[in-house]
């Protein structure tokens, strides 16, 4: 086994060790990873997009006094995700990463970001990490297939070409700072699943063959969401205007999947299964990865101070009510009585699932013969 894997199946050991203990103690897996859609401002239009509906209309965003009452609040994290909108449109974005930069609220501080900016993004970049030089900063590029098929699906005519720039401007920088790095993603859709292996090759060429390249199927609680507790969902998750992949091509996606894996630097890699695990929910309906991690190990805070257990449930308080102490909120009555309606719903959401195989001793295995046998 590669060292570089050997080393992540020790460290989800560690905190699946970690983590069961505290549920022992506590009823609760110790809270992890954190998104945060710091603004619901975008400046791209995509046809997949979950949030559409909320998107430039006014919903409002936590100042920085009350989100640094939240960086002192919360416990330190596993990975604090900064997601929206786009969140680099937030002018005061790098004051915002400092708040839990400094107080070590997080390994990891990641961005999800279209790219449509580079000077921006290198702009956060360099002034985050001059700052802050210990603590990981990592920007996950969307990019949703080749030159046409990502700037039709974005509706940004010349998106490819920026998302592109901004990431080899990340690279480069990559030289100068520790623990900064860049990544793409890619949302699967009817419209660019036949292309996930080009897009693969183009960015290797571009980037380099290292380049971290990771997949998402697209998000719909119409119908990618199963048995959710009438009370708790969210009914207006969904694309403006896009399809799943069809079904007959699931086994051609999957290989593609695999084909990637076997050319990337990390194979114990829990996404990969999830994403395996997507396509058989969809073509079967029926559970495949038991989530343990919703308002656990996982969770959202919205612009507006709004915290959920997932994108797919409602929100259950606003951080309002409990004077912006994020941890208050976390073990109040509010947020108990959500997760006790979540333990039948299923999903394919990847921020759940993913994490949900490094919450069992299976996803552990699975991973580890993952990393020994190439996939
Ligand atoms: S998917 Fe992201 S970049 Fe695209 S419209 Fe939605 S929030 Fe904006
Ligand atoms: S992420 Fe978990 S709690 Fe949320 S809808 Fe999916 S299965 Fe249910």
Not at 125 to 148: C, I, M, N, T, W
Not at 193 to 205: I, K, S, T
Not at 240 to 247: A, D, I, S, T, V
Not at 275 to 302: D, F, M, P, W
């Amino acid at each position: 086994m590669r060292s570089i894997d050997r080393h992540i199946v020790a460290d989800a050991t560690r905190r699946l060790v970690r983590a069961r203990r505290e549920k022992q103690l506590t009823g609760l897996y110790p809270l992890e990873h954190l998104y945060v859609f710091i603004t619901m401002r975008c400046n791209a239009k995509c046809d997949h997009c979950f949030c559409w509906e909320d998107l430039n209309v006014g919903i409002p965003e936590m100042t920085l006094p009350q989100l640094e009452r939240i960086a002192d609040t919360i416990t330190p994290l596993e990975m604090i995700c900064f997601s929206g909108g786009e969140p680099t449109l937030r002018r005061d974005l790098v004051d915002v990463l400092g708040l839990f930069g400094a107080r070590g609220k997080a390994k990891c501080l990641k961005i999800n970001t279209n790219g449509l900016n580079p000077g921006r993004i290198e702009e956060i970049a360099v002034r985050f990490k001059e700052a802050h030089p210990g603590v990981g900063l990592e920007f996950q590029f969307s990019l949703d297939g080749l030159e046409e098929t990502h700037d039709r699906i974005r509706g940004v005519p010349g998106n490819f070409r920026k998302v592109l720039e901004s990431m080899r401007r990340v690279k480069e920088l990559g030289a100068r700072f520790p623990a900064l790095a860049g990544g793409a993603l890619t949302v699967v859709t009817s419209l660019n699943y036949r292309e996930l292996v080009a897009l693969n090759d183009r960015l290797r060429e571009e980037i380099g063959p290292d380049v971290g390249h990771g997949f998402e199927l697209m998000r719909d609680v119409a119908t990618t969401a199963w048995s959710l507790h009438p009370d708790a969902a969210e009914s207006g998750v969904g694309p403006k205007n896009m399809e799943l992949p069809p079904r007959e091509a699931f086994a051609e996606i999957a290989e593609a999947y695999r084909l990637i894996l076997r050319r990337s630097p990390i194979l114990a890699n829990a996404f990969y299964l999830h994403n395996l695990a997507q396509l058989r929910a969809v073509e079967t309906g029926r559970e495949q990865i038991k989530c343990v991690t919703a308002g656990q190990s996982v969770g959202v805070l919205y612009s507006n101070g709004d915290v959920a257990a997932c994108e797919f449930t409602k929100p259950f308080a606003n951080l309002a009510t409990h004077d912006f102490d994020f941890m208050a909120l976390w073990n109040s009555d509010a947020a108990n009585q959500r997760r006790a309606q979540l333990g039948k719903c299923y999903c394919i959401h990847g921020c759940y699932m993913g994490k949900s195989v490094e919450m069992s001793w299976g996803g552990i295995a699975a991973m580890t013969k993952t990393a020994l046998t190439g996939g």
